[in-house]
């Protein structure tokens, strides 16, 4: 069976940067910074007391009080994109053939918070065990791709994907290939987190890996910058709607753009760090391009993983460098989690949605709050600082990186 091309017809999101698609490109394009002190919980004992949290957000808004009970709030925001995007892409509902839709949806650690406040309860409440029923529905990270299949009665593959900060982009992945392969017509993929809370953001500061700049948030995350000290954490969701371009075609479907490829690897070399010379980011960034049948030189922008770690900045240019030679230094760079904060499980997808500006809008958006750059990064390397710039953008890729030595690059091309 030939393979089938795949196109995203519906996009959907609540981030940082805004609560709908249309705030959220926005925000992109001026460089705005999702940074700002903790409101979640009362964070003056901690290391780091601030990150890019949702703004504005009500769940009232979108779900009755029996809904709130059973949602955690990373199912929530699961399902706030996934309406966006399934409304995006204008199905007729009574008429498409429900059991071929199926949804992937990734998260990272999933419930944390209702995992910490029923662990809270039972200590304080002695030796008698009285959980809610609700519990473990509300914490596995599977939820959400559930209750997205239940809310439109989607009947085809579904399922989670968790590999720490790679998982949506392994979900992008499977769902992709679940239609090029024949095993469904339409797919919702995307990731969400919401791990804005005590242990998340307790158990990070104990490792080190969060910014402490508590004294100006908004300029915490920056990438490339020499004096980057760890990520911001961020939360929300993305969502995308995968369809097969005929499937598509025949319904009328605006389509934004192809998914051209994808790809993972590991780097088998340590729990947390990645490897110095970037070798497992190269062979998933090289296995995407052979896999979209593309060369370095056909990608115009990469979305990088950048999530303003020491380490981790340094080790993924190093890879890019390897990957696309002296192209490297005609592609623009960027990292968008200069603005919206590193969201987990679900930045692949936020930030798929980045790639997808870059094709639509003809516009990078840019790397901020790099104010010096780190001496051991290349000079000569388009990082995008600062400010967005316009340029066409035919092929964008997106690298997502994850604990355990995940790595998982997607490709998207312009239609």
């Known amino acids: 069976m030939a393979e089938r091309r795949v196109v995203v017809t519906g996009i959907g999101t609540i981030n940082p940067l805004g609560n709908n698609v249309e705030e959220y490109f926005s925000n992109l394009e001026k460089g705005v910074s999702g940074a700002a002190a903790i409101t979640h919980f009362n964070a003056e ?90 519990f473990i529905p ?31 982009n392994h979900g992008m992945i499977a769902a992709f290939d679940a239609i090029r392969y024949g095993k469904a017509d339409v797919m919702v993929a995307g990731g969400s987190e919401a791990a804005v809370n005590e242990p998340a953001v307790g158990g990070f500061n104990s490792m080190q890996a969060l910014s402490t700049r508590n004294d100006d948030p908004a300029t915490a995350s920056r990438p490339f910058d020499k004096d980057r000290d760890g990520f911001v954490i961020g939360e929300g969701a993305g969502a995308l709607i995968l369809e097969e371009l005929e499937h598509a075609k025949a319904r009328g479907a605006k389509i934004y753009c192809e998914i051209a490829g994808g790809a993972a690897s590991a780097d088998a070399h340590h729990f947390t760090a ?117 340029r066409e953008v035919n092929c964008a890729l997106s690298n997502t990186f994850g604990f355990g030595g995940h790595n998982a690059t997607v490709i998207f091309r312009k239609y």
């Open 45 to 134: 004992k901690f290391k780091t007391r601030f990150a890019c949290e949702v703004k504005n957000y009500d769940p009232a808004q979108h779900f009755d009080r029996k809904e709130v009970r059973k949602y955690d709030l990373f199912t929530q925001y699961a399902l706030v994109a996934a309406t966006q995007a399934v409304e995006d892409a204008g199905f007729d509902l009574d008429a498409i053939d429900k059991e071929q839709v199926g949804v992937i949806w990734s998260s990272g650690i999933g419930g944390l918070k209702s995992f910490f406040d029923e662990c809270l309860g039972y200590a304080e409440g002695g030796m008698t065990p009285r959980f809610s029923p609700f």
């Open 138 to 168: 509300r914490m596995i990270s599977d939820i959400a791709a559930g209750f997205i299949s239940m809310k439109y009665g989607f009947m085809g593959p579904n399922y989670c994907c968790v590999s720490a900060c790679a998982s949506s």
């Open 274 to 390: 990645p490897h110095p010379e970037g070798l497992g980011a190269m062979k998933a960034m090289r296995d995407a391009l052979k896999d979209a049948h593309l060369t370095p030189e056909d990608i115009d922008y990469i979305n990088v993983h950048g999530t303003s770690t020491p380490l981790g900045d340094i080790a993924e240019l190093k890879a890019v460098t390897g990957v696309f030679g002296e192209h490297a230094y005609k592609l623009n760079i960027s990292s968008t989690k200069s603005m919206t904060g590193h969201l987990l499980g679900a930045a692949g997808a936020v930030e798929a949605l980045a790639c997808i500006y870059a094709i639509t809008h003809s516009t990078v958006p840019p790397t901020i709050n790099c104010q010096e750059l780190d001496p051991e990064i290349d000079s000569k390397l388009n990082l995008t600082l600062n400010k967005a710039q316009k």
